[in-house]
């Protein structure tokens, strides 16, 4: 993991005082996430901007791991807030165009892709703050899953799951361990069985997000958790943060060629391209 320095500074809080002049910001922006930093609290806030539901795209994957490296090595950022410029949904999980019809090369990469942003954001040694401000579903809860702490908006038209199985896909051990880790095998055993979704009360209840908050406090929430976190010292908060996760991140470190090779066999099953070209055009008739 990347290391960032382990001195500790109080941060003012990240909610700029009414009155003040405005404080310094970097932004930095691609195609499907765009970044502001803001210097003096050492917070970032990432939001994903990829319409109509910012789906886990290689070219998504690809420029979320290349900004939260660029966050991991500026010196002056401690905490990443990620959230959604999409109204109504965080993220909709992995980009099922990307598993159907293309080649072994193709399907490699974008697992890779996929293993890399996971890696990433639960081994970061920064502070990341998830708020949900809609649904999340699949490889959407899992970028919130990894997060040191969910806020979700309180609508109950907002879900969010691991609901690979309703797709006839097995979620893989290290989204299982992720899931296990913050609601407990019971709870993920179930959920993992029966794909569920599970709206936003429910959610809370659960554990699988920490609180819940009118939408529109949202962002004010979010900020709030992350000055409490920044409070304390770097250096101990990660080196817990490390200890905690450690065992999860080395079990996917030491299968990776050999999950990328169990993706690439699930995926290319004719049953499986069956079922996602059946339900791309089930999305497809929704919209029209």
Same mark, same amino acid.
């Given at each position: %993991?990347?290391?960032?320095?382990?001195?500790?500074?109080?941060?003012?809080?990240?909610?700029?005082?009414?009155?003040?002049?405005?404080?310094?910001?970097?932004?930095?922006? $691609?195609?499907?996430?765009? @970044?502001?930093?803001?210097?003096?609290?050492?917070?970032? +806030?990432?939001?994903?901007? =990829?319409?109509?539901?910012?789906?886990?795209?290689?070219?998504?994957?690809?420029?979320?791991?290349?900004?939260?490296?660029?966050?991991? $090595?500026?010196?002056?950022?401690?905490?990443?807030?990620?959230?959604?410029?999409?109204?109504?949904?965080? =993220?909709?999980?992995?980009?099922?165009?990307?598993?159907?019809?293309?080649? +072994?090369?193709?399907?490699?990469?974008?697992?890779? !892709?996929?293993?890399?942003?996971?890696?990433? &954001?639960?081994?970061? $040694?920064?502070?990341?703050?998830?708020?949900?401000?809609?649904? =999340?579903?699949?490889?959407?809860?899992? %970028?919130?899953?990894?997060? /040191?702490?969910?806020?979700?908006?309180?609508?109950?038209?907002?879900? #969010?799951?691991?609901?690979?199985?309703?797709?006839? #896909?097995? !979620?893989?051990?290290?989204?299982? /361990?992720?899931? @296990?880790?913050?609601?407990?095998?019971?709870?993920?055993?179930?959920?993992?069985?029966?794909? =569920?979704?599970?709206?936003?009360?429910?959610?809370?209840?659960?554990?699988?997000? /920490?609180?819940?908050?009118?939408?529109?406090?949202?962002?004010?929430?979010?900020?709030?958790?992350? !000055?409490?976190?920044? !409070?304390?010292?770097?250096?101990?908060?990660?080196?817990?943060?490390? +200890?905690?996760?450690?065992?999860?991140? /080395?079990?996917?470190?030491?299968?990776?060629?050999?999950?990328?090779?169990?993706? #690439?066999?699930?995926?290319?099953?004719?049953? #499986?391209?069956?079922?996602?070209? +059946?339900?791309?055009? %089930? &999305?497809?008739?929704?919209?029209?």
């Amino acid at each position: %993991m990347i290391t960032v320095p382990t001195t500790f500074r109080p941060p003012p809080s990240p909610l700029q005082p009414p009155g003040l002049p405005l404080a310094p910001c970097r932004s930095f922006s $691609n195609n499907k996430i765009q @970044v502001e930093l803001d210097e003096s609290s050492g917070v970032a +806030m990432m939001k994903f901007k =990829s319409p109509p539901v910012n789906s886990l795209s290689l070219e998504f994957l690809t420029e979320f791991s290349i900004s939260l490296e660029k966050l991991e $090595n500026n010196r002056a950022c401690r905490g990443v807030i990620l959230t959604s410029a999409v109204p109504k949904i965080f =993220s909709s999980g992995l980009d099922i165009t990307e598993m159907c019809g293309k080649s +072994m090369e193709h399907y490699t990469e974008f697992w890779r !892709a996929v293993q890399e942003m996971w890696l990433r &954001l639960y081994g970061s $040694n920064m502070v990341t703050v998830a708020a949900v401000n809609g649904s =999340s579903p699949a490889g959407g809860c899992l %970028m919130a899953l990894s997060c /040191d702490y969910r806020i979700m908006a309180e609508n109950p038209k907002f879900s #969010i799951g691991l609901n690979e199985a309703q797709l006839g #896909i097995v !979620a893989p051990f290290w989204f299982k /361990d992720t899931f @296990v880790n913050v609601v407990g095998h019971r709870v993920a055993e179930r959920s993992l069985q029966l794909g =569920s979704l599970h709206p936003a009360p429910e959610a809370h209840k659960l554990g699988l997000v /920490d609180e819940l908050v009118p939408e529109e406090k949202l962002m004010e929430k979010a900020a709030a958790v992350m !000055a409490q976190w920044l !409070a304390l010292p770097d250096h101990a908060r990660q080196l817990t943060k490390t +200890m905690m996760r450690k065992a999860v991140l /080395d079990r996917l470190v030491a299968h990776r060629e050999e999950d990328i090779k169990n993706f #690439i066999s699930f995926v290319s099953k004719e049953s #499986i391209q069956k079922s996602l070209r +059946m339900y791309m055009e %089930m &999305l497809k008739k929704r919209k029209s």
